[in-house]
């Protein structure tokens, strides 16, 4: 079965950026996309087919996809950033999640 | 505005059954694809079942493939989860949540519920 890996943990400084990896074979071929997932809220997706905002979220997210590796990037992150985020993609007829990143903001 | 309220959660032994729901609103419920999604306590989303906007197409992850059953009543914008055999691994909160799109391939979900909490102990 295909598998996504995120790192565990990531941290940034308020107001620089921050880059969060997910890594699968041949990532680059099928569309990623990111959810948001704040303590004790459902996820919000921040990033659809791999570079793709939704209404109402801010400008500074932004997403990549290419290779094996697809980034969500946040520029000047924010305390209200700090949360949980999963990547996601499609492959052989299931949805697959990878394992989350917690973002920490200093 | 988007209203996505599932029901059915709750307390069940080793190998019993539970069915939850999920009641769309806000939104052309038969124009899109639905998915289930859980999270067990502490861990990160799984995605469990999908189906297309007109049930055409259905998928299982294999962890739940033959023992639940996902299904949807377009006339009532309602989706629903038959959960069998149900094993102390399924404990997780279950999210219902809309696709972006029709088909059951989904490239985002743009809208979950609050989820269902379904606790298999003995």
């Known amino acids: 079965s295909y598998e996504l890996t995120q790192p565990p943990s990531v941290s940034v400084s308020l107001g620089q950026t921050a880059s969060i990896t997910c890594s699968g074979d041949?990532?680059?071929?099928?569309?990623a996309c990111w959810y948001q997932q704040r303590p004790g809220q459902s996820p919000v997706v921040v990033i659809y087919?791999?570079?793709k905002r939704p209404s109402g979220i801010p400008e500074r997210f932004s997403g990549s996809n290419s290779g094996n590796t697809a980034t969500l990037t946040i520029s000047g992150t924010q305390a209200m950033d700090e949360a949980d985020y999963y990547c996601?993609?499609?492959?052989?007829?299931?949805?697959?999640f990878g394992g989350g990143t917690n973002l920490t903001v200093l | 505005e988007v209203q996505l309220v599932e029901s059915g959660g709750g307390f069940v032994q080793p190998g019993r059954s539970l069915r939850l729901s999920c009641a769309a609103s806000?939104?052309?419920?038969?124009?899109?694809?639905m998915h289930w999604v859980r999270q067990a306590p502490g861990k990160g989303l799984e995605w469990v079942s999908g189906?297309?906007?007109?049930?055409?197409?259905?998928g299982y992850a294999d962890s739940v493939k033959g023992r639940f059953t996902i299904s949807r009543d377009n006339a009532n914008n309602s989706l629903y989860l038959q959960m069998n055999s149900l094993r102390v691994e399924d404990t997780a909160l279950y999210y219902c949540?809309?696709?972006?799109?029709?088909?059951?391939?989904?490239?985002?979900?743009?809208?979950w519920g609050q989820g269902s909490l379904v606790t298999v102990s003995s």
């Open positions: 949540a809309k696709d972006i799109s029709g088909g059951m391939a989904t490239t985002g979900l743009d809208y």
């Open positions: 806000g939104f052309t419920f038969d124009d899109y694809a």
């Open positions: 189906i297309s906007w007109n049930s055409g197409s259905i």
């Open positions: 041949k990532l680059g071929d099928k569309y």
């Open positions: 087919q791999d570079t």
């Open positions: 996601q993609v499609w492959d052989s007829s299931t949805a697959v």
